[in-house]
């Protein structure tokens, strides 16, 4: 059994967060917290690795998809008129087609965080998908007030500004889906022996 804080999981600073100037506010959030950055680097990705990037089968598009539409059922929007049906897995394969054009925007900062529960840890530091419900103190929600209903009718993804796994076989699938073994390092934190 892995030691909780010996947990691993990917991080991607987006394009919108390379843009805007993020990065270093990103990688102190998770730095404070006493997760450590064990891999990283700078990519300009091809749409081909993003596609790899997320998942393809019907649960994650079901996922994906049924969260949008209680979003919009939630505002009273019709989810309807804005993806041509009302099917979570369709919905969620809209979504999909979207993430390309957004991840190949521009340069994205890849790392790998290890540290007490890191994939959990690191979701909650993340804050919500959708920025406009994302809370005061994540980076989504200190960062961004972007919402799908805004983002779908320009065709495009909400810009949440970063990614982190979501779960044990996300984060097993996206580190080796951008890390060597050798770009992955091993070393001690000054304060590992005081915090934990
Ligand atoms: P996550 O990034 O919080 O794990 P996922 O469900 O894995 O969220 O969705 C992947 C990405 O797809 C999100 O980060 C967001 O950029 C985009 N996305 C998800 N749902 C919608 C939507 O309803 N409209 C537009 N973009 C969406
Ligand atoms: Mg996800």
Redesign the pocket.
Known sequence: MTHPKEERTFVLV?PDGVMRGLVGEVLTRFEKRGLKIIALKMVWPTAEHINKH?PSHDE?FK???S??KE??DGKKINVNEHFGTDDVVE??KQ??S??AD?LTAGPVVAMVIEGMHAISTV?KI?G???PIEALPGTIRGDYSVDT?SA??VEK?????I?????NQE?SSHEIEHWFSPEEIHDYKRAEEDIMF
């Open positions: 987006k997320y994650w996922s994906v998809g969260r949008t979003f919009f919905i969620g979504v999909k979207w993430l957004y979701r993340v919500h998908t959708y799908p983002a779908n495009r993804v909400v810009k949440n970063v990614h982190a796994s979501g996300e």
